[in-house]
C-alpha cells in the first residue's frame, strides 16, 4: 500500500519535518517548535476550510504533535488560509501529508481511533479523549504508530471511515449541544496528550508575582496591629466578647491571600485612607512607602 506523500513548500529554506524550524520570516520566534515527530498521527478527513486546517495545526502544536495527514482537502493543498490561521505552527503545515483516500493516510499505523459525536450503531469500545491517550502512550513508544481520525466539518465521519478505526473517541460534553469546531476537537485530543507527558510530581500551581517578595511574617503582623487598631477606632470589633474571634477570622482571611510585601504596603495605605486621618499626620510606614506601584 502506498504511504502518504509529504508535501514541501516550494520556497527555499522551509523546514522539513524533523528539522529546526529556525525563525519566522516576520521575525517572530517559534517557541516550542518540535524538532522530532512524536504522538499518535492526526488525520483530517476531507476538511472543507484551510482556516479549520490551520487552526487544527496550531491546536497540535500546542499539544507537542507534528504528524499531520490530510485526507481530499475540498480547497486543494497547499492553502495560503491554512498557513494563516496556524498563528507559526508552519513546521507542521510543511510537514503535511496529502493523501488521496483514508486508507492510504493509516497506511502503517498499527492503533487507528475516530473522533465523532456519533457512533452510528456500530459496536465498538468508546473512550474519552484521555482514556485514548493513556493506552496511546502504552501502545508504543512516545504514542507512534497510533493516530486519530477527525472527519469533514459539516458531516463527520462517515462509517466507511469508522470502520476502519477499532475504537471510537467520544468527547463528554454537554449532551444537550456536543457539537465541536474541527479545530477544538483536535486541540482536546492534543492537550490531553500533552498533559499526559507531564511528571505529576512538577504539576504545583504557579504564581505570577511580577518578582515581588511575599510579605514575612513581622510584616503582616504589623499591618494586622494597624488594621485592627483603625476597626477599633471605628467600633467595628465589637461587641468585646466577639472580638478575638472576628480578628482570628480577619487574620486567617488575609493568611490566604498570601500577600506580597508591596501589596501589604498599599493596604496600610488603603487602612489610612479610610481611616480620614492627613497623611501628614501619621507616622511613616514601616517600608516607607505605600505606594500602589
Given amino acids: 500500500m502506498d504511504h502518504p506523500t509529504t508535501l514541501h513548500a516550494s520556497s527555499g529554506g522551509t523546514p522539513t519535518p524533523g528539522s529546526d524550524p529556525g525563525p519566522r520570516a516576520d521575525g517572530l520566534s517559534v517557541e516550542g517548535a518540535s524538532t522530532e515527530t ?45 498557513q494563516a490561521s496556524a498563528s507559526g505552527a508552519d513546521w507542521i503545515l510543511d510537514g503535511a501529508r496529502l493523501c488521496s483516500s483514508t486508507e492510504e493516510a493509516v497506511a502503517g499505523l498499527t492503533k487507528l481511533y475516530a473522533s465523532t459525536a456519533r457512533p452510528r450503531d456500530m ?55 456536543s457539537s465541536l ?38 510584616e503582616l503582623l504589623n499591618f494586622f496591629d494597624h488594621l485592627e487598631s483603625q476597626l477599633d477606632a471605628a467600633g467595628f470589633l465589637r461587641p468585646p466578647e466577639k472580638r478575638t474571634l472576628m480578628v482570628q477570622n480577619l487574620r486567617n482571611l488575609l493568611q490566604r491571600a498570601e500577600l506580597t510585601e508591596q501589596e501589604v504596603r498599599t493596604l496600610h495605605g488603603v487602612v489610612r485612607a479610610l481611616s480620614g486621618r492627613r497623611r501628614e499626620d501619621l507616622p511613616p510606614s514601616p517600608t516607607g512607602s505605600d505606594s500602589l506601584g
Fill in 38 to 82: 512524536q504522538g499518535p498521527a492526526i488525520i483530517l478527513v476531507e476538511p472543507q476550510l484551510g482556516e479549520n486546517i490551520g487552526a487544527a495545526a496550531r491546536a497540535m502544536a500546542n499539544g507537542g504533535l507534528t504528524d499531520l495527514r490530510i485526507v481530499n482537502p475540498r480547497d486543494g493543498w497547499p492553502n495560503p488560509r491554512a
Fill in 123 to 177: 459496536v465498538k469500545d468508546v473512550q474519552t479523549p484521555r482514556q485514548a491517550v493513556a493506552a496511546m502512550r502504552s501502545w508504543g513508544p512516545n504514542g507512534m504508530g497510533s493516530g486519530v481520525l477527525f472527519g469533514p466539518e459539516r458531516t463527520g465521519l462517515r462509517n466507511e471511515h469508522l470502520v476502519l478505526s477499532s475504537e471510537l473517541i467520544v468527547v463528554p460534553v454537554n449532551p444537550r449541544f
Fill in 181 to 218: 469546531n474541527l479545530a477544538q476537537a483536535v486541540l482536546i485530543v492534543s492537550y490531553e496528550w500533552y498533559q499526559g507527558g507531564l511528571d505529576p510530581a512538577q504539576e504545583k500551581p504557579q504564581r505570577y508575582d511580577r518578582g515581588a517578595r511575599p510579605a514575612n511574617v513581622a
